[in-house]
Nanobody, 124 residues
Framework: QVQLVESGGGLVQAGGSLRLSCATS????????MGWFRQAPGKEREFVAA????????AYSDSVRGRFTISRDNAKSTVYLQMDRLKPEDTAVYYC?????????????????WGQGTQVTVSS
């Protein structure tokens, strides 16, 4: 069973920054692409960002491109989401996910494992 544990969420004012982390105990982390999704109250879960297994290829949703940066440290089996210039509409529960493969994916059904989520709240 793959365990993904997110951390770093919290309350921040608009314009501020947060960095989310997602750690896994899985020994094959370095061979799997990872992604971040989010779900706002009353809305469906949506894609935020993805990164290939070696960190070379990255993908972002239009709503976060230029403000968020996804990265990974394979030596620490951790993927990060740096969120800058946060807006109230970024408020959501953020989920880390593992594709089980090496290439970046943007659809939820392409991800095999999911974390429990971490709350991000951006006040205006």
């Amino acid at each position: 069973q793959v365990q993904l544990v997110e951390s770093g969420g919290g309350l921040v004012q608009a314009g501020g920054s947060l960095r989310l982390s997602c750690a896994t105990s899985r020994g094959t982390f370095a061979t799997h692409a990872m992604g971040w999704f989010r779900q706002a109250p009353g809305k469906e879960r949506e894609f935020v960002a993805a990164i290939s297994s070696r960190g070379i290829n990255k993908a972002y949703s239009d709503s976060v491109r230029g403000r968020f940066t996804i990265s990974r440290d394979n030596a620490k089996s951790t993927v990060y989401l740096q969120m800058d210039r946060l807006k109230p509409e970024d408020t959501a529960v953020y989920y880390c996910a593992d594709t089980g493969g090496s290439m970046t994916r943007t659809r939820q059904d392409e991800y095999r494992y999911w974390g429990q989520g971490t709350q991000v709240t951006v006040s205006s």
